[in-house]
């Protein structure tokens, strides 16, 4: 398996590891529980460097970019980030990305597990018809960390030169460390834990030199363990379960993010299902048991979907998952259950999130 480069640094942590993408990932240092709850009330941090990094440049990039993606690249403002997703032709969903734009290039962030088919499929797009465009895989040459939690913005300007505490929720800058000379050193204010935090990208060979500020700020370092449980109470999505390219953006309730305007990969498909989803995405609490992945959902005898993500929320402290389900199901119209180990449970669905920050 691949290893990141402070993969030696959480061994002297004491980490526990688990597969994650082809990637040997930390999964937890101390507890899933205390890492969560020390990223919801205070800060911890994530090594990242898993993720893939693509640098695109060329003319007409953001057109490029708004026919191989479903979002209005075109039309993002300097130093902001987008939300998007990749689309195979049969409107399946390949990755979802966030998009930076930077002055006249463009940082393209994708999954650990689709590095290789993303930056594959982009350029077989760009030889058939997009020529001038130039694409860059750095991931080998950064890191990319996740400060994450209510606290990060304060604790981390202390290391910082520049100011940071004013950026805005998807906003992206060149960073300045104090007393740390990086040929490459950026911060975004984007995360994947419904918290406020950052992410930072920098070129490796600094990154054990960050790392080591942040422990002596004495900030939590997490595992991927907690990022999970994090993500579903946020309810975002995970790639292999709330989506992949059997599912469509549309069934997996990312509407909002598709711009309808642009001619783009999957397009024709969408259209087909844009009134009319044959699957929907809920979020629920189980009552008894913690369901899991692939765990059958029922209304009365009729089983109408399957649960894509479950675990125990230690915020909310009761187990709850997300669920794919028949569109035309009305959820209050009977006894929701969900089948764990031969056994029917009753859920409860919920409006997404299951978990909001706090308002400042």
Known sequence: MKKTYLYCEHKKLGAKFTEFGGWEMPVQYTSIIDEHNEVRTNVGVFDTSHMGTFIITGENSEKFLDYVTLGNISGLSNKKAKYSMILNENGGIKDDIIVYRFDYEYMVVVNAGNLEKDFNWLNKQKEIGWKKIDIKNISTNICLISVQGPKSSEILQTICETYIKDMKYFTISELKLKNVDASFCRIARTGYTGEDGFEIFISKEQMIVLWEKLMNLSIKPCGLGCRDTLRLEACMPLHGHEIDESINPIDAGFQKTINWNNNFIGKDKLLFLKDKPSKVSIAFECLFGV??????????????????????SPTLKKAIG????????DVKSGKLEVEIHNSKREIKAFIKPLYKKPKK
Request: glycine fraction near 10%; hydrophobic fraction near 45%; avoid cysteine.
């Open 291 to 312: 369901a899991r992945n692939t765990n059958k959902v029922f209304l009365g005898n009729r089983e109408i979907g399957y649960v894509t993500s479950g675990s125990f």
């Open 322 to 329: 997300m669920a794919l389900i028949d569109a035309d199901i």
